[in-house]
């Protein structure tokens, strides 16, 4: 029980924005535009309600500009940008609301309501989660028009005076540009997802935030204590001076760690003996490029973009594609981004098209087999990736090649993808590096042929070790034989890195087996060039590339190399390693 005699009530939501915060609840007010009633317009008046319409929609695009040309911050000005004034063009939102004015001779509002209303219910159907979350931009800019229609206020964030925590049912990129950093603490939501814009900017500010609590507003009254565990998706109501404590005591952690994280991630990732190692992160959406960048990644190494597929029963089109790949590719520059081309069946099914049923899918028409065996689908992503190549630093590669055929035909396509640009006249790349990953067993007894043909090698190690060791890398009853630290993988990455060294190209990981800091000396020792993995990672990993050398690692590799089980090369780099590394954790998460 909390002092004020009330109970403390424990919320779980979505974690959307790490950290924690402690604080007095404010309830942002957003009604006003929902109660719309409906009304007939006479037919001489139904030009000037449409103008109406009309200029409410300029008022809402003027909105944006102005939030867009008064944010400093890159990533919410793109978000804003791209999606919903994307959306205040559409004839989707735009063309049907005239539309339903002229032929049922409604008011501009409540032609604006119903046809948001069949929106977002045909969004809210959609398979993939990405495009559900999109409803809430669809929600923000309709609010933004109807507000001038009915000349109702938009919540005015900017004008709070204490140190409070935001609590609403929703709030836009426009509301949350307004969040000052002197007084907003964090924010908590009712709606919204992982990938919905709200989260990212919460990431992008660096402020905990909890979205998707459902009843956050209805529980929660203006000055209530709360408590918003943004790491964990959790908010605690009323909380007893126990929970007070032991939050106190995590946020302090939390700030130290991220202290740690900042400044170490500007810091050059070099070994003892002055070698330098890129470490990049892995995503699979765009709004990841957020976490990748805060932790420090010297680029994104694996672009997972089959993400961007599944689940639909339609697939993006050349253009949603691009949208999507040159904002990634904008907010990295000019560090490297690396497009792996559609990974999908196997483990990522897809679940329209394949008429056939796979009896064996891990070995079936999946990554570029089933992009050979499209050249629609194939080609349509190729032209959007050469094309946001004009933006940035690009480089592309074909997953699981397990022939050298594969490799010539899949760049054919691209010079064929490269040829059909210009002819359309679209600006476009195609001197960017091209590379193949090392994923199948095939491709490491091959690798002096392929690494003729490319600029890069990548090992998927997830799929290697699954291939090479006849694991399924998703059955748990094998699960204890899916072993990085076995000998044949490590034979077959060291084949693979000696083989690029000889044909004088870079060989990267990006498989999971990189970003585990036991194996960061492993790996240089083996001699590669990049390691890629998962934005979290990158800090830890880092931390070991700086406290080892190239020279000891090579000589730990020697022996290594000469052991016969998974756990005598383990019982090696821990006897070597270990103990840096548990310093290394109790350090930065102490
Ligand atoms: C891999 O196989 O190691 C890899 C990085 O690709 P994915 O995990 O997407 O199959
Ligand atoms: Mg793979």
């Not at 740690?260 to 995503?283: G, M, P, Q, W």
């Not at 020697?558 to 780099?573: D, G, H, I, Q």
Request: aromatic content about 6%.
């Amino acid at each position: 029980m909390q002092k004020s005699g009330k109970e403390e009530i424990v919320l779980k939501g979505i974690n959307a924005s790490a950290g924690i915060c402690i604080g007095k609840a404010y309830l942002v007010d957003r009604s006003g535009v929902d109660v719309i009633t409906r009304y007939a317009i006479a037919e001489k008046r139904i030009n000037a309600e449409v103008k109406r319409f009309k200029s409410a929609v300029q008022y809402a695009k003027s909105a944006l500009r102005a939030i867009i040309e008064n944010s400093s911050r890159e990533v919410q000005k793109a978000v804003i940008l791209e999606t919903q004034m994307a959306l205040l063009n559409d004839k989707m939102l735009y063309g049907r609301t005239i539309e339903t004015i002229e032929t049922e001779r409604v008011n501009a509002e409540w032609a604006l309501k119903s046809v948001v209303g069949r929106i977002k219910a045909a969004f809210q159907e959609m398979p993939d989660a990405y495009m559900r979350e999109r409803v809430a931009d669809i929600t923000h800019v309709s609010d933004l028009v109807m507000r001038h229609l009915t000349g109702v206020e938009a919540p005015d964030i900017a004008r709070i005076d204490k140190r409070v925590i935001l609590v609403a049912h929703d709030l836009s990129p426009a509301d949350t540009s307004q969040i000052n950093l002197e007084r907003v603490k964090g924010f908590i939501t009712n709606l919204g997802g992982k990938t919905s814009h709200t989260g990212i900017i919460a990431q992008t500010l660096e402020i905990p935030a909890v979205v998707g609590l459902e009843t956050a507003t209805q529980t929660i009254h203006n000055d209530d204590v709360i408590i918003v565990d943004g790491t964990d998706g959790v908010v605690v109501v009323h909380p007893t001076e126990k929970t007070l404590l032991e939050y106190e005591e995590r946020q302090t952690r939390f700030e130290r760690y991220k202290a740690v994280i900042t400044r170490e991630s500007h810091l050059k990732t070099e070994t003892t003996d002055r070698r330098h190692f890129d470490v990049l992160a892995n995503i699979e959406f765009p709004e990841e490029v957020v976490s990748a960048i805060n932790y420090g990644a010297a680029g994104i190494g694996l672009y997972r973009t089959e993400f961007q597929y599944l689940g639909r029963t339609v697939f993006p089109s050349e253009n949603e594609l691009f949208e999507n790949y040159r904002d990634v590719v904008e907010v990295m520059a000019p560090r490297p981004v690396i497009f792996r081309t559609l990974d999908i069946n196997g483990d990522k099914a897809i679940h329209s098209d394949l008429s056939h049923d796979e009896q064996n899918p891990a070995l079936g028409l999946r990554a570029i087999r089933y992009c050979l065996k499209r050249p629609d689908v194939f080609k349509t992503q190729l032209r959007a990736i050469l094309r946001a190549a004009a933006f940035g630093n690009v480089r592309l590669m074909f997953p699981l090649i397990s022939a050298y055929f594969e490799i010539q035909l899949a760049k054919r396509f691209l010079d064929d993808a490269a040829a059909s640009l210009a002819a359309d006249g679209l600006p476009y790349k195609r001197d960017i590096p091209v590379g193949i990953m090392i994923e199948v067993p095939a491709a490491v007894v091959m690798a002096d042929v392929l690494a003729k043909e490319v600029d890069f090698f990548s090992i998927g190690t997830n799929d290697l070790i699954q291939y090479g060791l006849a694991i399924d890398r998703g059955n748990k009853q094998v699960a204890h034989m899916y072993q990085p630290l076995d000998p044949a993988v490590i034979r077959m990455i060291k084949h693979t890195a000696d083989v690029a060294r000889a044909n004088r190209i870079p060989v990267h990981m990006c498989g999971e087996m990189a970003g585990r800091p036991l194996h960061a000396p492993l790996l240089l020792g083996l001699g590669l060039d990049e390691l890629s993995m998962n934005p979290q990672a990158i800090p830890l990993v880092k931390r070991m590339i700086r406290s080892i050398s190239l020279a000891e690692s090579k000589k730990m590799v020697k022996k290594a190399l000469s052991l016969r089980t998974a756990r005598e090369v383990f019982e090696v780099l821990r006897d070597s390693f270990g103990e840096l590394v548990a310093n290394h954790r109790r350090d930065m998460q102490a």
